[in-house]
């Protein structure tokens, strides 16, 4: 293998994954924002603002509580990367194996995506805590490409991204 190939595999590596804060706090503010945007719709409109009332606050309620609980059932746990794939481990159940495909990258947060070999999906909010060098080794296996899976024959297979 070249120099170069090798340089293209990230080692194995292992990253806490919880309730991301920048995510809820982002959903705060944005019903807050919400919130304050009818407060003055409703001051500076005639008519009686008491159906407007009524329906903002049965939208405003049903965003909240869906924005809540996509928060709240984000995955917990622990995201394994073995060099050839990724692996989500949550509390004692069985790990969920997977391609992870990424959202958004703002370098000290990413949102992925683990496509699960069943077919289920899982969003994650990954986020830089703890060592700097973990981090780093994260974002590398994340846009890193997998280790080639020796063959019975011994070639070397590469799985499809």
């Not at 990230?10 to 706090?25: N, Q």
């Not at 009818?38 to 309620?61: D, K, Q, T």
Request: proline fraction near 5%; aromatic fraction near 12%; charged fraction near 15%.
């Amino acid at each position: 293998m070249t120099r170069l190939a090798k340089s293209l595999h990230a080692p194995a590596t292992r990253h806490v994954v919880s309730r991301s804060r920048w995510l809820g706090c982002f959903i705060a503010a944005a019903l807050l924002a919400g919130l304050c945007g009818f407060a003055a719709w409703v001051m500076g409109s005639a008519g009686s603002p008491l159906v407007r009332s009524v329906v903002f606050v049965a939208l405003w309620g049903s965003a909240a509580g869906l924005a809540w609980r996509f928060w709240f059932r984000l995955p917990q746990g622990t995201l394994d990367w073995d060099g050839l794939h990724w692996s989500l481990i949550q509390g004692s159940g069985m790990p969920v194996a997977g391609e992870l495909v990424v959202h958004t990258d703002f370098q000290s947060f990413l949102l992925v995506q683990l496509h699960a070999i069943d077919g289920r999906t899982a969003w994650l909010c990954l986020e830089r805590m703890g060592r700097e060098d973990g981090w780093a080794a994260l974002r590398r296996a994340v846009y890193s490409r997998p280790k080639p899976e020796p063959r019975a024959d011994g070639m070397f297979l590469c799985p499809a991204r």
